[in-house]
């Protein structure tokens, strides 16, 4: 990785900002980053009111943020999205609870990443999150879906389109689907356009989300 890398000058590096009060383990995450040759790290900061300032003056092309941060890390990632909306945010947290998954998707952050991960890991992770893909631990993405399996009517989803839901919350892979419900793999995945489409969601995660907020209104 390193001497695929060393040759990226500073423009092409992926400025960001690690924010965890935890100074032990935010040193080490920065060691990790700037050791794979990636990043720019142009900042650390460890409080709601620091993190915001640093970001607004630097604006990164992403945040690590823990969700746990003194001053509160969902509120935090959210006031990030809606001053500096350019700016990708990631949870990086101990808490496998789904309700935190949802809190932190809802308040856009773009990824949500758990601290076990090795640093191997981590660094190709963050590269996908900063060309505009999302990350969830695809544990905690199957409990989500399979929380919102009976909401899915809500929607207006058909037939098909339910038990193509229904399949994508057992963690199944739309060329899995196809064999399992006989169509092919291009089919499904037209399926699955539609079906966020109709969830006006861009990531399966999302799609998750959107039937549980629907179905608390609903409820109420």
């Known amino acids: 990785l390193l001497s695929q890398t060393a040759t990226l000058n500073m423009s092409e590096l992926i400025k960001t900002i690690v924010v965890d ?17 990636c990043f720019d790290v142009v900042a650390q900061s460890d409080s709601h009111v620091d993190a915001l300032e640093k970001v607004a003056r630097h604006t990164p092309d992403i945040v690590l943020l823990d969700i746990s941060l003194p001053g509160g890390g969902i509120g935090t990632a959210k006031e990030i999205a809606e001053r500096v909306p350019d700016t990708k945010v990631i949870m990086l947290t101990v808490s496998e609870a789904e309700d935190d998954v949802q809190d932190a998707l809802l308040a856009y952050a773009k990824a ?8 191997g890991e981590l660094v190709p992770i963050l590269q996908k999150i900063n060309s505009g893909e999302s990350y969830i631990p695809p544990n905690l993405a199957v409990g989500l879906l399979k929380r919102s399996q009976q909401d899915a009517y809500a929607f207006d989803l058909n037939r098909r389109e339910k038990q193509i839901l229904e399949k994508l919350a057992d963690g199944l892979s739309n060329r899995v689907i196809a064999e399992t419900i006989h169509l092919s793999e291009k089919t499904v995945t037209l399926y699955m356009t539609q ?3 109709k969830l006006h969601v861009s990531n399966r995660a999302q799609a998750a989300l959107k039937a549980q907020e629907m179905s608390r209104d609903e409820n109420k």
Do not use: T
């Open 195 to 197: 079906i966020m489409h």
């Open 112 to 119: 949500y990443v758990l601290k076990g991960i090795p640093s």
């Open 21 to 37: 009060d935890h100074s032990l383990f935010r040193e080490c995450v920065v060691r990790s980053l700037l050791e794979s040759g």
